[in-house]
């Protein structure tokens, strides 16, 4: 592996060693398992498993919520980090600091406590449920977790952008006699936009296999409100292995293309900032 | 327009700065703040016996078990794969970097199913750990590989780029003067890298200590055995007794608190690490 070169620090064989063999018993093991099963699965069977009523609708909604929520992400990401990034008011650290509690947050806490909050009877719910808005055992609910989860992707990838940002090409535009919005849709946007994007395919990647928060808060019902991560769940319980692995790698396959798309926009958005 | 023409008109930024403030509100404080109101809504005794109960102390203790094990085998994990990645050329190093992060990108249930795979009844060693009497999944041991799945890349991915950006003058230096590898490595590398090593150990002890997903695939569920303090949690919460909600609300908020302490230390590490560099910066200027 390693080039023929002389080396002044030692270690190298220990550490790679160590890298290596740790990287194969914890990953690349259980991986392989998981690829050796699947390819053991004839394609006409996987078919079968991986799209059958139940799957079809579980992967409407993972997909369909995250969608929504890594939307709802971009839009008050974009605004929450140009607020901490520009503006001084009370309360702007504390806040920034926040940003990470989803982070931080187990996933069984944050479903457990926003499924109290937007049940009937919680704090929020008791003035939203009578408008119609129900948050617990809903769909919605599954968004509003899924939001929850992904809200520090776009914040934290927007923030060191809009510091970078050099003031000299705002004033320009001034100068030149745009208006502030002029100035925000034709300066600044597009510099933005590379960052923007990757904090949304990551937080949207973040959300298809989230799992904790959404058990609590979706009511989990066939059909309605199951997410694919919890149909695997149902399917190891109901010792139907071959049912599980196929469900699992249309969520790894999918996971991995976001993954490449990622890797990608971070590209872009690197050229862009020099 | 503001006179500058660089500024928001003092309208759209109050309007910015309020949704700002709802929408944090909404999803940062509230959730917080609602843990710790509803862990309180029987008051302090109710709270203070969910705490104790035999179930809830022995989910405590496996949690603290689990943290015990999987933060220092991925702290020296941590520091080997950042050695070999940022002090040596090799080829194939991309690779190996995307294989270390690869755990993020897999769903915490499809991390759980791999282990129930290899080494549940089915599975490839099923039937010889079986034979010998040994349970990995829905025991202990099959929680910890779980963890250490979901928790891997935490403190490789800090080290690397720290690693990276101090070079190998100083290491080159140290050995010249008479130093072996492990003093060099004790006395040069290991201060210089301390910050980011407590950083990936904060993250990597709140993911390990708050996994819910691959955890829950391979634990089976035993009261007093193999849950964990967020399984302690659903068990609390599914149980519809008077008091349960309050009771899985009561271990939430002991999470709850180990996720302010984490995002405390966290803060308190920016902002020196801000310092330091503006620090430098002055040094640099003057």
């Known amino acids: 592996m390693a080039r023929p070169q002389f080396r002044v620090l030692p270690g190298f064989g220990l550490t790679m060693g160590v890298t290596l063999c740790y990287l194969s018993a914890i990953v690349l093991i259980p991986f392989a398992a998981l690829v050796v099963r699947t390819l053991e699965l004839s394609w006409g069977d996987f078919w079968r498993l991986a799209t059958t009523d139940r799957a079809l609708a579980a992967y409407r909604l993972t997909f369909g919520a995250s969608l929504v929520a890594a939307v709802a992400n971009a839009v008050f990401g974009t605004l929450l980090a140009w607020v901490l990034v520009r503006y001084d008011f009370p309360g702007r650290r504390f806040i920034d600091a926040m940003v990470d509690f989803p982070f931080a947050l187990p996933t069984a806490v944050a479903g457990l406590t926003l499924a109290n909050l937007f049940a009937a009877n919680g704090w929020l719910g008791q003035y939203l449920v009578p408008l119609g808005i129900k948050g617990a055992f809903t769909p919605l609910g599954v968004v509003i977790a899924l939001t929850f989860v992904g809200l520090p992707f776009v914040v934290r990838t927007l923030q060191p952008v809009l510091q970078n940002l050099e003031p000299e090409v705002e004033e320009a535009a001034a100068t030149l006699g745009a208006g502030r919005l002029r100035t925000f849709v034709a300066v600044i946007a597009p510099s933005l936009l590379p960052a923007v994007l990757t904090g949304f395919a990551l937080a949207f990647a973040r959300a298809i296999g989230e799992y904790g928060s959404i058990v609590f808060i979706s009511g989990n019902l066939p059909f309605k409100t199951e997410i694919a991560p919890y149909l695997i769940v149902m399917r190891l319980e109901e010792y139907d292995y071959t049912g599980a692995i196929a469900l699992a790698v249309v969520l790894l396959v999918f996971s991995f293309l976001l993954l490449g798309v990622i890797n990608l926009l971070e590209h872009w958005s690197s050229r862009f900032q020099h | 327009m503001s006179p500058r023409g660089t500024e928001e008109s003092p309208v759209a930024k109050w309007v910015l700065i309020a949704i700002a403030l709802a929408f944090s509100f909404v999803f940062l404080l509230l959730p917080l703040v609602n843990v710790f109101a509803q862990a309180l809504a029987y008051g302090w005794a109710h709270y203070w016996q969910s705490l104790v109960k035999p179930d809830s102390l022995a989910a405590i203790r496996l949690t603290l078990l689990l943290a015990?094990?999987?933060?220092?085998?991925?702290?020296?994990?941590?520091?080997?794969?950042?050695?070999?990645?940022?002090?040596?050329?090799?080829?194939?190093?991309?690779?190996?970097?995307?294989?270390?992060?690869?755990?993020?990108?897999?769903?915490?249930?499809?991390?759980?199913?791999m282990l129930v795979v290899l080494f549940g009844?089915?599975?490839?060693?099923?039937?010889?750990?079986?034979?010998?009497?040994?349970?990995?999944?829905?025991?202990?041991?099959?929680?910890?590989?779980?963890?250490?799945?979901?928790?891997?890349?935490?403190?490789a991915r800090e080290l690397i780029p720290v690693m990276q950006a101090t070079g190998t003058e100083q290491e080159e230096a140290a050995l010249t003067l008479g130093a072996n590898g492990w003093q060099t490595f004790w006395h040069v590398t290991l201060p210089s890298v301390k910050w980011g090593l407590i950083y990936g150990i904060i993250l990597c002890n709140a993911r390990a200590m708050g996994e819910f997903g691959a955890v829950s695939v391979v634990s089976g569920h035993i009261a007093g055995q193999t849950e964990t303090m967020p399984l302690r949690v659903e068990a609390l919460y599914q149980g519809a007794t008077e008091g349960s909600a309050a009771a899985a609300f009561a271990v939430a908020s002991l999470l709850a608190l180990l996720a302010l302490l984490t995002l405390g230390i966290k803060t308190f590490l920016e902002w020196r690490q801000a310092r330091t560099q503006k620090l430098i910066v002055g040094r640099v200027d003057s």
């Open chain 2, 121 to 155: 009844l089915q599975g490839f060693f099923g039937q010889w750990l079986d034979a010998h009497n040994l349970k990995i999944i829905f025991a202990v041991p099959g929680i910890v590989l779980a963890t250490i799945f979901v928790t891997f890349p935490f403190v």
């Open chain 2, 68 to 113: 015990a094990v999987t933060v220092p085998l991925n702290v020296l994990f941590g520091l080997a794969a950042a050695w070999a990645i940022a002090k040596f050329d090799f080829t194939g190093k991309p690779i190996l970097i995307t294989l270390i992060d690869l755990p993020f990108s897999v769903s915490p249930v499809v991390a759980g199913l």
